[in-house]
C-alpha cells in the first residue's frame, strides 16, 4: 500500500479508498484477494503479520505456497476453490506455513466473489491464526491426561488404604479376643475367689471391650469404603424392629435416668436389611441417650409415607453447633460438649449410618439446636425395587 | 466324659478355647485345620465339634463334605464356631451338617462352657 493521501474523487472512488483503509487497518486478520486462477492479488498488515511475507514478494504468486507439501500433493488448494465456487464459501481450519517455513494453526475462510453477470472475479481469504488458541486447547488436554492419571493414583492409594485397615483390624481381632477371654475366665472365677484383684481385673476387661468394639467399628468401616458390603433385604416389621432395639438399651436409659417415649403412628413394613439396619439404629438411639443429660427425654417416631418410612429420634440433650453439623457424619468425629468426655465411642458410628442408609436409597436427615437437642431422622425406601 | 474336638486355625485362640472347655470338665482334642480335624474324627468318635470356617489346607467346609458327619456319626453334635456373622459361607456350612452357629467374639468363657453342655444334654 502506497498512497494514503484521499483525493476526493467520484463518491464510488471514494467508497472504495475506505474498503482499502478498512482492510488495511486490520491486524489480526489476514484479508486478502485472489485472482480466480489462484494468484495472491492483493495484501494487508494481517497478512504480513501471520505469514511473513511483504506484499510486492507474494502478489503474483500462486496462495498454494502457504500450504504444506502434503496439501499440494492431495491437491488442497485446488480442492478448497473448486468447493468455493460451488458452494460459494469454505471455511476450514489447518496448518498453513509462513514465508519462514515455519507452521501455524489457521482458520480461513475463502469466498468466491462473482459480478453481476455471474462471471468469477476472483476470491476472498480471510485467514485467523489460531496458533495461541491451540496451543492453549492442547495444554488443556495434556492437563487433561494428567489429571485423570492423578485420579487413579489417588484411587489406588485408597484402595490401599482401605485393605489396609481391613487387615490390620482383622489381625487385631484375634489378640482382643483372646484377651477378653482371659479377663473373662479370672473374673468369672475360673482362677479362684477375687479380692483386691477385681477392681482391677474389671477394669482391664472394660478397655478390653473398648477395642474389640473400636476393631469392628473398624472392620465395619472398612468393608463398608472398600464396596465389601452387600446388603441382604427382606420385609421387616419395622415397628418391631424399633421395639426391639429401644428394649435393649433399656439398661442406658435407666442408669441416666432417661425417658424413652415411643410414637410409632404408623404400621410400617419395609424391605430391609434388618440386621445392618437396626445397628445404625441402635447408633442413633444410643447417641441419643449418651448426649442428653440425665433426666432428659427421648421420642422415637414413625411415619409412613406413600413410597417411603419417616424413622425419627428426637433427644432434648446438648445439641449440635452448625460448624459441627458439616463434619457430622465424617470418620473420627467427635464434638467436645458437656457430656463427651463420659461418652466413649469411636467416631465412626455415624459414618457407618450414614453409608447404610444411603445403601439402602435412604439418607438421615438432622435437625439440630445447641442447648435444646437434636433431631436424626432416618428415611429409607419402603420397598427395594429401584 | 463327654468329648470334644476343637478345630480351629488361630493358636492363640486354640489355647485359650481348650483351656476353657478343659475347665469345663469336657475331654477335648485340637486341631489347627480341616485336614487335621479329619484323621481325629476318622480316629476317635466325639460327642461335638467346635468347628472354625475361615481355616488353611482345608477349611470348614471341606471337612464337613469330607467328614459328612450327618451320614457316618450322625449322634456328634457339630457347632459352627466361627467370628463370620452372615454371608454364604456359613449358609454352606449350616447345609452341609452343622446345627447351629455361635460367634466367637460373642462368648465368655463361662457363656462358651454353659452352650456346649446344654448342646450336649439336650442330644
Redesign the interface.
Given at each position: 500500500m502506497t498512497s494514503r493521501k484521499v483525493k476526493i474523487k467520484t463518491g464510488k472512488a471514494v467508497e472504495l479508498e475506505r474498503y482499502r483503509l478498512l482492510v488495511d487497518s486490520v491486524q489480526d486478520y489476514a484479508i486478502f484477494l485472489l485472482e480466480p486462477d489462484g494468484t495472491v492479488a492483493s495484501w494487508n498488515p494481517g497478512a504480513k503479520r501471520f505469514k511473513g511475507y511483504e506484499a510486492e514478494e507474494i502478489i503474483g504468486q500462486h496462495f498454494s505456497k502457504f500450504y504444506s507439501e502434503a496439501d499440494i500433493k492431495a491437491k488442497k488448494p485446488e480442492k478448497e476453490l473448486e468447493m468455493a465456487i460451488r458452494v460459494g464459501r469454505l471455511e476450514d481450519e489447518g496448518w498453513r506455513l509462513r514465508k519462514d517455513g515455519s507452521a501455524f494453526w489457521a482458520n480461513v475462510v475463502i469466498t468466491a466473489l462473482f459480478n453481476t453477470k455471474g462471471d468469477l472475479q476472483g476470491f476472498a481469504k480471510v485467514t485467523r491464526d489460531l496458533t495461541e488458541r491451540k496451543a492453549m486447547e492442547d495444554s488443556l488436554v495434556e492437563a487433561n491426561k494428567k489429571l485423570r492419571l492423578q485420579q487413579q493414583e489417588l484411587k489406588s492409594l485408597n484402595e490401599v488404604k482401605d485393605e489396609f485397615i481391613s487387615l490390620a483390624s482383622h489381625q487385631l481381632?484375634?489378640?482382643a479376643?483372646?484377651v477378653?477371654?482371659?479377663l473373662?475366665?479370672i473374673l468369672?472365677g475360673?482362677a479362684g475367689d477375687l479380692n483386691q484383684q477385681r477392681l482391677l481385673l474389671e477394669k482391664a476387661h472394660e478397655s478390653n471391650e473398648r477395642q474389640?468394639a473400636l476393631i469392628?467399628d473398624l472392620l465395619r468401616v472398612a468393608q463398608i469404603d472398600a464396596g465389601k458390603i452387600q446388603l441382604?433385604k427382606e420385609e421387616v416389621n419395622i415397628n418391631k424392629l424399633v421395639i426391639d432395639t429401644a428394649e435393649d438399651q433399656q439398661d442406658n436409659f435407666k442408669k441416666r435416668n432417661q425417658k424413652l417415649i415411643l410414637n410409632l403412628n404408623d404400621k410400617v413394613s419395609a424391605e430391609i436389611d434388618s440386621?445392618r439396619f437396626r445397628m445404625a439404629l441402635d447408633n442413633l438411639i444410643d447417641n441419643a441417650s449418651k448426649y442428653t443429660q440425665s433426666g432428659g427425654k427421648i421420642t422415637i417416631s414413625l411415619i409412613k409415607n406413600p413410597s417411603d418410612f419417616q424413622l425419627s429420634i428426637i433427644d432434648t440433650g446438648v445439641g449440635i453447633g452448625n460448624e459441627d453439623m458439616q463434619k457430622l457424619f465424617t470418620k473420627f468425629t467427635r464434638f467436645q460438649n458437656e457430656l463427651s468426655d463420659n461418652v466413649g465411642g469411636s467416631g465412626l458410628g455415624l459414618y457407618w449410618a450414614f453409608k447404610i442408609l444411603e445403601m439402602h436409597g435412604g439418607k438421615i436427615n438432622v435437625q439440630s439446636q445447641v442447648g435444646k437437642g437434636s433431631t436424626f431422622t432416618l428415611c429409607a425406601p419402603l420397598s427395594a425395587s429401584v | 466324659m463327654s468329648r470334644v474336638l476343637l478345630v480351629e486355625d488361630e493358636p492363640t485362640l486354640r489355647e485359650a478355647y481348650e483351656l476353657i472347655l478343659k475347665s469345663g470338665g469336657l475331654d477335648v482334642d485340637t486341631a489347627e485345620d480341616g485336614l487335621k480335624a479329619l484323621e481325629y474324627y476318622q480316629k476317635h468318635s466325639y460327642d461335638l465339634v467346635l468347628l472354625d470356617l475361615m481355616m488353611p489346607q482345608m477349611d470348614g467346609a471341606g471337612f464337613l463334605r469330607a467328614a459328612d458327619p450327618k451320614k457316618n456319626t450322625p449322634s456328634t453334635a457339630i457347632i459352627i464356631f466361627s467370628n463370620l456373622s452372615s454371608g454364604t459361607d456359613l449358609d454352606e456350612a449350616l447345609q452341609l451338617g452343622g446345627d447351629k452357629h455361635l460367634l466367637k467374639s460373642d462368648l465368655s468363657a463361662q457363656e462358651l462352657i454353659d452352650e456346649v453342655k446344654s448342646i450336649l444334654s439336650s442330644k
Open positions: 481381632r484375634t489378640p479376643t483372646a477378653k477371654l482371659y473373662g475366665m468369672e475360673f474389640i469392628n441382604e440386621k | -
